[in-house]
Structure formats: C-alpha cells, structure tokens
C-alpha cells in the first residue's frame, strides 16, 4: 500500500527523522545542521513514493553546478537514504525500494592530508595574538598538536578535559 508514502513528503520525514534518530548519533549536532540545510532544497516538497533515482542525480547535479563539494552532496543523498530506511523499518511506510540507495556517490578527491610547516605554524600564532578571539591561539596550538578537526575543537567542553595540579593551577 502506497498511500502513506504518497502522503509523506521528504521534508516531513526528514523532520522526524531529525527528531527521533538524529539525537540518538554520535554526530548529533552535525547531523541537525545537514538536515535542516537540505530542507531547504526543493526535492525536499516532492512525497517519498514520487521520489526516483532520476530525480535525486538531477538532484546530485544541481548540487554540483552551485559548487557544492561532493562530500556535502554526498552527505545529503546519504541522508535521504537513512530517512528512507527509517520510513520502511520504523514507520511502516511501504516503499518498493530505496531510490537514493541505488545513487552512485560522487567521487570525493583524496584528503590533501597537509602538513603545515613551522614557519606557517608560527605565522598562525603570531596572528592570533591580533585576534578579539581570545581562544583563537589556544584552539589553533591544540588543533596542531592533537590533529583535531574545527569541528571538534568547537565541541569541546570542560569535562572532555582531564584536569591535573601540578602546583601551577594551570586550569
């Protein structure tokens, strides 16, 4: 039976999606943000049982001629195919089968994987000091250091630190 997907819209199933698988990731808050960008796309209008693959590699394209990277564009058909899935097994939602994963992924470049060098490294530091950031130097000196993403960094808080005293009371 077709009628729940005719009467489902994209956007209402990414929406509870959102609400209800979403938080339950480790990448919650990325994963909020990812979705409400993609909610703002068009396809997002169309009902789940009018949705094809022709439909999302136009979608892909589309994407792609406004410069948006093939990760991100990625990013999104992987999330359609997530909320597809969560609307055969959870919500009981027939769908004869899922269209965005029988998208090919777009090929992503390579990481550069680059290193800076230690005159770049100093040139950073010494132009954070310029910064009204005051965290600026402290996030960049620990972004080096540990390799973490900006991201990660952000999403640091006080109990993701192991306090220590040495005397200093460096914290």
């Known amino acids: 039976n077709m009628k729940a997907a005719m009467g489902m819209s994209l956007r209402t199933l990414l929406e509870s999606y959102r609400e209800h698988v979403t938080p339950t990731k480790r990448g919650a ?3 909020t943000y990812k979705i409400n960008k993609l909610l703002k796309h068009e396809i997002t209008k169309l009902s789940i049982a009018r949705l094809t693959v022709l439909k999302i590699k136009n979608f892909q394209k589309q994407l792609s001629q406004e410069n948006k990277q093939p990760s991100t564009i990625n990013k999104y058909v992987s999330l ?5 899935n969560y609307a055969v097994n959870e919500l009981d939602i027939y769908l004869p089968k899922n269209v965005a994963g029988a998208v090919k992924r777009l090929p992503e ?3 550069s994987k680059e290193i800076i060098t230690v005159e770049e490294e100093e040139r950073l530091i010494r132009l954070s000091y310029k910064s009204k950031a005051y965290y600026l130097r402290a996030a960049l000196i620990m972004g080096i250091d540990t390799g973490a993403r900006r991201s990660e960094i952000l999403r640091l ?9 040495d005397g200093t009371n460096a914290l």
């Open 157 to 165: 808080n006080l109990n993701d630190v192991d306090s220590f005293n």
């Open 29 to 31: 808050e990325e994963e």
């Open 80 to 84: 359609i195919k997530m909320a597809l």
């Open 109 to 111: 470049p390579e990481s």
